[in-house]
């Protein structure tokens, strides 16, 4: 989250499952998603030296009645 806030193209984040390891959900301008994981890997790493885990998701039109 530390990064997620120095970030003027981090549109939002949430911290989620904090109680077990946790995850951060990172909305980003997509022109600067490169540039943003490059920096986040690098300072979780030097944190806690280990690789950080990322997903890349899409929205979707979420539920829907099937017909």
């Given amino acids: 989250m530390e990064q ?3 970030n003027g193209h981090v549109l939002g984040a949430r911290m989620m499952g904090g109680g077990f390891g946790g995850c951060t959900i ?4 997509k022109t600067a ?3 943003f994981i490059n920096v ?3 300072a979780y790493k030097n944190k806690f030296n280990r690789d950080c885990a990322i997903y890349f998701v899409e929205l979707s039109d979420g539920t829907g009645l099937i017909a």
């Avoid at 990172?26 to 301008?29: A, R, S, T, V, Y």
């Fill in 4 to 6: 997620a806030k120095l």
């Fill in 26 to 29: 990172n909305l980003i301008e």
């Fill in 33 to 35: 998603t490169a540039t």
């Fill in 40 to 42: 986040v890997s690098k």
